[in-house]
């Protein structure tokens, strides 16, 4: 199988959601470089950095929750389904791409969690968003917004366990950083 990565790139650059996407990176990359600009101003605040990451935290999932419920329009059946990973098989170049924006949706909230849980677990934190992603498929198949798709599971928690390893990269740089005395 050949994929169009030009074609795929078009559809993720063309989506809509009914969010500017600009706002949406905009919020994504604000939430997250606030979190790691307030563990360089505060690194014996962990307890303040926490909380600050706990409410971006939710900030931003009000955010998803608009993209993936609130702002769609309600269809006439709810429509569900349970096949894994079946759109790569397709060749359908659309649907690859909604694949990659659900990877990229969670990747800021997997890098909130990871600044926000104490003691900075993989494993709470995938399990949180794992869980906040089952939630909205189960609001979307209840509300009949969207499809209730077992692939947007696999691919939102993807995208969680990506933004949890940027937040360990950063972090240990961060502190690599401060430990060489660079800065104070």
Known sequence: MKYDIGLITKYVLEF???IPKSLALGVSVITCGAVLVLSVLKP???ALV??????MFLAYLLMVLCFTILFREEKDV???SMIPIWEYASLNYKLIAESILNVLLFVPLG???GA???GRKLLRTIGLCCCISVTIELLQLITKRGVCNIDDVIHNTLGCFIGYGLFLLCYMTIRR?????LLT
Request: positive net charge; charged residues 20%; without cysteine.
């Open 177 to 181: 950083i401060k430990n060489t005395g």
């Open 50 to 55: 926490r909380k600050v990451s706990w409410w």
């Open 111 to 113: 890098f909130l969690a």
């Open 78 to 80: 709810a429509q569900i």
């Open 44 to 46: 014996n605040h962990p």
């Open 116 to 118: 926000a849980i104490k």
């Open 16 to 18: 809509d959601a009914g």
